[in-house]
């Protein structure tokens, strides 16, 4: 059974995400949010994203985030470096 939409040859907006999915660049564009873990030592997500990249706090936890895999997703996610 079609719809009017699919009828007209409009595609419905999950068709148009679903489709977009083979794009590489479709994760750069809609990543999901890394969750915070639930014990304290990892950084905090809202700080780290209004610090500065250069500031005290991203290289106290850059540090930490070299050997530690959720605040490494968080930096990747922020597109701050590692290096």
């Known amino acids: 059974m079609e719809t009017a939409a699919t009828q007209k040859g409009e595609r419905r907006a999950l068709d148009k995400l679903v ?16 969750r915070k873990p639930a014990g304290g030592g990892h950084a905090d997500p809202a700080v780290l994203s209004l610090s500065p990249p250069k500031s005290r706090y991203v290289r106290k936890w850059r540090r930490h985030a070299r050997r530690c895999s959720a605040c490494a997703d968080l930096f990747r996610y922020l597109g701050l470096s590692l290096g």
Not at 27 to 34: A, F, G
């Open 19 to 34: 489709a977009g999915m083979i794009d590489p660049r479709f994760v750069l564009h809609h990543r999901r949010v890394p």
